[in-house]
């Protein structure tokens, strides 16, 4: 899994050679035949750690393609009898391309004449076989039972289709797409960077090691990154951990807080920091203990 989580930033900048054109500043998919112009609306199904990226995804589409976005959790999208939009798209998130789940939800929306695009690792898989709209990351085998380079794969990917989305249907400007290139041809760079915190994040990991919860609260697309930090603990670490919009703990939560339970805060600079700061004052206000995720600025 360490490896894994090392090999992030050459197999994030692997993905993206196939979604961006640095030359001319352009997002482009890899396979292409359709336009989103007219999608009206596009339904995301995953399972776990693929589910997250696909949630984050959903902040991303709304803000950026001002597309109508459902999701769920494949194992419930399943059995729930959703309602599928004509000419709709639904959207399909996994690592392996096998997940029995998704694979199932999958076969049912093509079956309601869902158009089927694929975020998929493995490129011999079910789902990517059955893709209309095959989307491929290319993460290389991932063995670690914890999924790590595949989601920020997966991220990668998600980024780009949403700005290809955005620009199909005319909501983002050139200017837009070439600041969105900009970022995403430095997010190697910047997860290099991010790794080589790895010594500090080792010293402070026995503040985590001796809690038995943890709380993880994000804004925004930080709120499914919350979620997803609470999975990577419990799968790995066998400690309790819940992620959280960090606006709805003064909802209930915020009773759990005391000295005993660490809370994981992720705010990057941006608009979204100041209200997730003050979230945090009323964590340490009872005495939790703190480690916050952010960026330099
Ligand atoms: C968590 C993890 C799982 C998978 C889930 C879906 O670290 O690995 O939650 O994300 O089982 O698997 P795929 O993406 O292969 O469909």
């Not at 999208?77 to 998130?93: C, D, H, N, S, T």
């Not at 289709?161 to 249907?169: E, F, G, N, T």
């Not at 909802?251 to 660490?262: M, S």
Request: net charge negative.
């Amino acid at each position: 899994m360490q490896k894994e989580i090392f090999e992030q930033p050459i197999v994030v900048a692997q993905t993206l050679k196939s979604y961006l054109r640095p030359l001319e500043q352009k997002v482009a998919l890899p396979q292409m035949d359709f336009s989103f112009a007219d999608v009206p609306r596009i339904t995301i199904v995953a399972c776990g750690t693929s589910f997250y990226a696909g949630m984050v995804a959903k902040y991303w589409l709304e803000q950026f393609a001002r597309v109508p976005v459902e999701l769920d959790i494949a194992s419930e999208f399943r059995y729930r009898q959703p309602v599928l939009e004509k000419g709709g798209m639904a959207l399909f998130i996994s690592q392996s391309g096998e997940t029995a789940d998704t694979l199932a939800a999958l076969r049912h929306a093509r079956a309601e004449g869902q158009k089927v695009a694929v975020v998929v690792n493995v490129p011999t898989s079910s789902m990517a076989r059955e893709a209309d709209l095959l989307l491929p990351t290319h993460a290389g085998p991932e063995i670690g039972v914890a999924s790590t380079k595949a989601f920020t794969c997966q991220l990668a990917v998600l980024a780009a289709l949403a700005a290809k989305v955005a620009r199909d249907k005319g909501v983002m400007s050139e200017a837009e797409e070439r600041e969105i290139v900009e970022h995403l041809t430095e997010a190697p760079a910047a997860m290099n960077a991010a790794l080589a915190h790895d010594e500090e994040i080792e010293a402070m990991a026995p503040v985590i090691a001796a809690a038995r919860d943890v709380l993880y609260l994000g804004r925004g697309p930080d709120y499914p990154m919350a979620m997803e930090g609470a999975l990577k603990l419990k799968e790995i670490s066998y400690i309790h951990a819940e992620g959280y919009a960090a606006g709805e703990m003064k909802h209930g939560p915020i009773a759990l807080i005391d000295k005993d339970v660490p809370v994981i805060v992720i705010a990057p600079s941006g608009p979204l920091f100041d209200k997730t700061v003050s979230n945090m004052q009323e964590v340490q206000a009872r005495g939790g203990k703190v480690v916050l995720i952010s960026d330099a600025e």
